[in-house]
């Protein structure tokens, strides 16, 4: 149990250093909240479905993506900056590092959760559909950005991030969409094997 407690830890370590300062709370607010709404049903439901190991660590590490995002805003990572001003970028890219990482995470989690619920055989329909899953995440979030544009006016431009780029939604859905092919490609193999011992400690 120390591993898990060691990611909630950083977790809200985490959590409390992207809240210190951040470039606004408004948009700090917007780009946390999926990160805390998700540990809250990961710690609610982990007594009845516990994730493999290396799922949580991959969330984890989309959490500090959002973290990241929501203390600088994705239009003004540091990091990004620097490679914008280097590799003569029009724009700062942190976002697509968001929206790949939006595809890659999601990924295995539903992959896990079609495999382990048994929702579909084992086989090529499981990558097929974790793909579009994925994707529809994306849209729905890319729905949630256009709500949150409407509503809250121009505070919602740290938000949305496009930096005037007029295929930024498309763009956005794209990367995600390549995060989980990524995904699959690269995980899958990993990902059976600490399926198999995670079902062997349980038995």
């Known amino acids: 149990m120390k591993k898990y407690y060691l990611l909630l830890f950083l977790f ?17 607010i917007l780009e946390v909240f999926p990160a805390i709404i998700g540990v809250v049903v990961l710690s609610v439901t982990f007594k009845k ?3 493999t190991y290396l799922t949580y660590c991959l969330i984890l590490f989309h959490c500090y993506v959002l973290f990241i995002g929501g203390h600088y805003t994705y239009a003004e990572v540091p990091l990004f900056d620097w490679i914008k001003e280097v590799f ?9 590092v968001g929206h790949f990482t939006q595809g890659f995470v999601p990924a295995i989690i539903t992959r ?23 994707v529809t995440i994306s849209a729905f979030y890319e729905f949630l950005e256009w709500f949150v544009a409407v509503v809250s006016g121009q505070s919602s431009e740290s938000f949305l991030g ?9 763009s956005d859905m794209l990367y995600a969409c390549i995060g989980a092919i990524s995904m ?11 399926l198999t011992a995670l079902a062997a400690s349980l038995s």
């Open 112 to 134: 896990e959760l079609f495999i382990r619920k048994q929702v579909v055989k084992p086989g090529g329909w499981v990558s097929f559909l974790t793909v579009c899953v994925v």
């Open 162 to 170: 496009t930096q005037g780029y007029v295929w930024d939604t498309q």
């Open 88 to 96: 003569h970028q029009s724009r700062n890219n942190y976002d697509k």
């Open 12 to 28: 809200i370590i985490g959590l409390i250093i992207s809240g210190i300062t951040p470039h606004d709370y408004f948009t700090w």
């Open 184 to 194: 699959l490609l690269l995980l899958s193999k990993i990902h059976n094997k600490k």
């Open 49 to 51: 479905f516990r994730f």
